[in-house]
């Protein structure tokens, strides 16, 4: 069969970027220029406005439930499979069955129980997810399995850190969305130490490759979060960096304590490990060397998009 054409709604700019590199025919429900310091729109990706507006930034779902009413958009006749992420995405296409939808999950909290009862018991609904604990919970909670997309990278984006910098931690909203954001800036005072937030107006912004610049040249990598992993967490293990995180449940997957990095509890472990991996190099090369390892036989971008790609087919073809 001929590869699906799939509308995205706008979603989480890294998770978007890495999903439309899957080289299927993506349709951005909107236009990419409104994430584009975030990161590059993939050639294979077609903007379905002509121009982008600064009027498109404060779209809500009311816009784009107009937006798919609109000619210009011709849905459903020009599409085969709607990707979703948001619950608000959920609830926008749940009266619209006229197509299949994957609705891509990350976190348990983004639907209340009875909107996920409903969404399993739907034909024209799948359910896939890149974070292990949401399929665990899927799968002892509501005794359903669900595919486990673990992210992929191009290793080639992402050489060897020169390891030359200081502690780099990559993460919107830190106050709110880490975990551990006192901590955090308690183990960090004083020592070399970058944090980069999108969202932070006092901050310039920080484009695609300003973000590899920084990952080419870190020491270490702190990580924190609302979730076992970022997008960043995994670009940092590709870019050979060690890993240094607050334990946070499922974090082992990544972090393997003593090998590629350092798992610690409190302000002052974390701030001991930070300093151990800037004051030795050698340590700091070996364990950067373990991640780098780790990513590419885990993280790998071909095993990714080719899981990508079966999923969608399989679904345009039920």
């Known amino acids: 069969m001929n590869d699906p054409n799939v509308l995205i709604l706008p979603t989480h700019p890294g998770v978007q970027y890495h999903f439309c590199r899957s080289n299927l025919p993506i349709h951005f429900l909107g236009h990419w220029d409104q994430f584009h310091w975030w990161r590059p729109k993939p050639p294979n990706v077609r903007n379905v406005l002509p121009a982008f507006e600064d009027a498109q930034m404060a779209y809500g779902p009311a816009d784009f439930a107009r937006l798919l009413d609109d000619p210009i958009v011709d849905y459903p006749s020009r599409y085969d499979v709607v990707w979703l992420m948001f619950n608000w995405q959920f609830k926008l296409f749940r009266e619209r069955r006229e197509r299949k939808k994957?609705?891509?999950?990350?976190?348990?909290?983004?639907?209340?129980?009875?909107?996920?009862?409903?969404?399993?018991?739907?034909?024209?609904?799948?359910?896939?997810?890149?974070?292990?604990?949401?399929?665990?919970?899927?799968?002892?909670?509501?005794?359903?399995?669900?595919?486990?997309?673990?992210?992929?990278?191009?290793?080639?984006?992402?050489?060897?850190?020169?390891?030359?910098?200081?502690?780099?931690?990559?993460?919107?909203?830190?106050?709110?969305r880490g975990w551990h954001f006192r901590a955090g800036m308690e183990a960090t005072e004083g020592l070399p130490f970058l944090h980069v937030d999108h969202l932070n107006p006092e901050q310039p912004p920080y484009e695609y490759a300003d973000l590899k610049r920084e990952l080419g040249r870190a020491r270490v990598y702190l990580h924190d979060g609302e979730q076992e992993y970022t997008i960043t967490l995994i670009e940092a293990m590709m870019s050979g960096l060690p890993l240094v995180s607050f334990r946070i449940p499922g974090i082992e997957r990544y972090v393997v304590h003593g090998e590629n990095g350092f798992v610690g509890e409190s302000a002052a472990e974390i701030r001991e490990h930070l300093r151990l991996l800037l004051a030795d190099e050698m340590l700091a090369t070996r364990m950067g060397a373990a991640s780098r390892?780790?990513?590419?036989?885990?993280?790998?971008?071909?095993?990714?998009?080719?899981?990508?790609?079966?999923?969608?087919?399989?679904?345009?073809?039920?």
């Open 102 to 176: 994957l609705y891509r999950v990350a976190k348990v909290a983004e639907l209340e129980p009875h909107e996920w009862d409903e969404l399993l018991s739907r034909d024209d609904f799948a359910v896939a997810s890149f974070y292990p604990n949401t399929v665990g919970w899927l799968r002892a909670e509501k005794k359903v399995h669900v595919p486990y997309v673990p992210l992929g990278l191009d290793p080639d984006e992402y050489p060897p850190s020169t390891l030359e910098g200081g502690v780099l931690s990559i993460i919107h909203s830190w106050h709110d």
């Open 293 to 318: 390892a780790k990513a590419e036989r885990e993280f790998h971008e071909t095993r990714w998009r080719m899981q990508w790609q079966d999923i969608l087919r399989n679904l345009a073809a039920r």
